[in-house]
């Protein structure tokens, strides 16, 4: 028998002051309930109860026995009650990590507004291009950009973002303005490996699907170091458009090669577990999908 069952059915005997009672107010069978508090008192080793024909009353141990049940019971139906209160109302602390710039810039404006509406939460927010342990790092949710390679983890696809190649009027001026994939061969080609593939950029063309395998003189873990370097003329650039956009606005990226197709990139919600979410984590989710795509531009998913 479940001892914390057993502490119940002693502390509700104690209080109705006989076994019927107890059994009657718990739905169980007066000898079930006898069961559980000889099961208690051979496992102490004690009596609990005097008994008599007509009535029980608690020993001197049995006394002091139920002060502690009494006070055990409380415990675990508050901790019941947080954790519950965890699955149902988002509170506590929410761990967060995203890419720099999409982190930065276009989830944590939206945070303000988040926060607002749960004020028994926290949110701790990590910038960091590429992927992260969830597990190790204690992350709750994690946003991802393009092909996922852990199928342990559960993704939900938050929206996709246009891929573009530019580079600045400068450079285009000074080595030429690629035409077609092959031509990346013979150009600078600055490389954010945050978004994979490392050092494959990918077109659709009339011709089908072209994969180029580029070099240049500049890589990073994340966008913007690429992003400079290719306003001020060190090469070509392939990134999102959310994060290239106001620069081509402003004339400082010029895209070139439109004519072919690039797959979209594919932007997540990752993180450890399906099943028992907590609230916090099933609140993020449905506010980010309501929030990102909107905020920059992208496609829904």
Not at 33 to 38: P, R, W, Y
Not at 240 to 248: A, E, F, K, L
Request: aromatic share 6%.
């Amino acid at each position: 028998m479940d001892k914390l069952t057993s502490m119940n059915v002693f502390a509700r005997v104690a209080k109705a002051g006989s076994f019927a009672g107890a059994a009657k107010e718990l739905d169980i069978s007066r000898a079930m309930a006898t069961k559980h508090i000889m099961q208690l008192e051979s496992q102490l080793n004690t009596r609990l109860f005097n008994r008599t024909t007509r009535s029980i009353s608690l020993t001197e141990a049995g006394a002091e026995y139920l002060e502690r049940c009494l006070q055990v019971l409380l415990d675990v139906e508050e901790m019941e009650s947080a954790v519950t209160k965890l699955q149902t109302e988002p509170r506590g602390l929410l761990k967060i990590c995203a890419p720099p710039v999409i982190g930065a810039t276009h989830i944590a404006p939206g945070l303000t507004q988040y926060l607002k509406n749960y004020p028994d939460l926290s949110v701790e927010m990590i910038l960091k291009g590429g992927q992260v342990d969830l597990i190790d790092e204690g992350v709750d949710i994690a946003i991802y950009l393009g092909q996922l390679n852990d199928t342990s983890l559960v993704a939900r696809k938050l929206a996709s973002s246009s891929l573009v190649v530019c580079a600045s009027a400068d450079y285009l001026n000074l080595h030429g303005t690629p035409q077609d994939p092959e031509d990346l061969e013979n150009h600078s080609c600055l490389i954010n490996w945050a978004i994979p593939p490392r050092d494959k950029w990918r077109f659709k063309g009339i011709l089908g699907d072209r994969t180029v395998t580029v070099t240049g003189r500049m890589q990073a873990n994340m966008a913007d170091p690429v992003r400079n370097a290719a306003v001020n003329g060190l090469g070509l650039i392939m990134l999102p458009r959310y994060i290239v956009g106001r620069d081509i606005e402003l004339g400082r990226l010029q895209v070139v090669m439109e004519q072919y197709a690039i797959s979209p990139l594919a932007i997540y919600a990752v993180y450890p577990h399906r099943k028992y979410l907590s609230a916090k984590v099933r609140s993020f989710l449905d506010f980010i999908q309501g929030w990102l795509p909107h905020r920059i531009g992208m496609d829904a998913p």
